[in-house]
């Protein structure tokens, strides 16, 4: 089962959000396991590095230990052009839902889930609904 985690899940776990933070850290036991393979887009790991500095952690230390378990898909000039041309709202979103669309993802994971709407191949989740999906399917 491949999926997708929105920044807000990764950083439920590196920020320790409450309430957010045990689904989210149950999420990457799945993917400790090998349940799961998790994948991020290139631009979500910008958007970490950008956020963890903001709060004076070391942006790049963390990086290098999450991507010993994750992923990175690409987001190139095709996902681009169909996040461009899709009826999404909100650009960013549309260039996340296109690139997991572009690679085969099962699930996208966020805790916005109403921010993807549009989506149609690939299931958006919250953290709790892709957990009990998980559970009965493992």
Known sequence: MKILLDTNI??????????FYNAAVDIFRL????KA???ISATIATDIYYLLRKEKIDAREVLKNLLK???IIGVDKDVVISALYSEWKDFE???????????DIDFIITRNVKD?????SVKVLTPKDFLLIADKSL
């Open 10 to 19: 990764i950083l439920d776990v590196l920020l320790r959000r409450t309430p």
């Open 31 to 34: 993917i400790d396991e090998q």
């Open 37 to 39: 393979e998790a994948y």
């Open 69 to 71: 378990v994750i992923d």
């Open 93 to 103: 979103d549309a260039v996340q839902y296109h690139a997991a669309e572009f690679n």
């Open 116 to 120: 993807f709407h549009n989506a149609k």
